[in-house]
Nanobody
Framework: EVQLVESGGGLVQAGGSLRLSCAAS????????IVWFRQAPGKEREGLSCIRHSDSSTYYVDSEKGRLTISRDNTENTVYLQMNSLTPEDTAVYYC??????????????????????WGQGTQVTVSS
């Protein structure tokens, strides 16, 4: 069974940085895509970035290019999301999710919440002004 566990959230001042972690385990297929989402209070869940396991290809939504960096550590089977220049608008619960469908790719289509097969429990990020 695939399991995803997020960590690294917390309280940070505006302008600061955080690195979120997504510890992934239980994959039986050779390829999958990990996607980072966030959901702020009263707002819909939105995709931020993804990374594909087989070739480490990445994608960022336009609004976050240059501010987020997604990466992975294969030895620890962990995906990271480095977030810089945080603002109070970044306050949200951040989730990682996995799409294990055959032929899945990391692109704009991967950002749609609902096509993923597994989700973590989320980690809270709060940015104070």
């Amino acid at each position: 069974e695939v399991q995803l566990v997020e960590s690294g959230g917390g309280l940070v001042q505006a302008g600061g940085s955080l690195r979120l972690s997504c510890a992934a385990s239980g994959f039986t297929r050779p390829d999958y895509v990990i996607v980072w989402f966030r959901q702020a209070p009263g707002k819909e869940r939105e995709g931020l970035s993804c990374i594909r396991h087989s070739d480490s290809s990445t994608y960022y939504v336009d609004s976050e290019k240059g501010r987020l960096t997604i990466s992975r550590d294969n030895t620890e089977n962990t995906v990271y999301l480095q977030m810089n220049s945080l603002t109070p608008e970044d306050t949200a619960v951040y989730y990682c999710a996995a799409d294990v469908n055959w032929g899945t790719t990391c692109d704009a289509g991967a950002m749609a919440p609902g096509i993923q097969d597994y989700w973590g429990q989320g980690t809270q990020v709060t940015v104070s002004s």
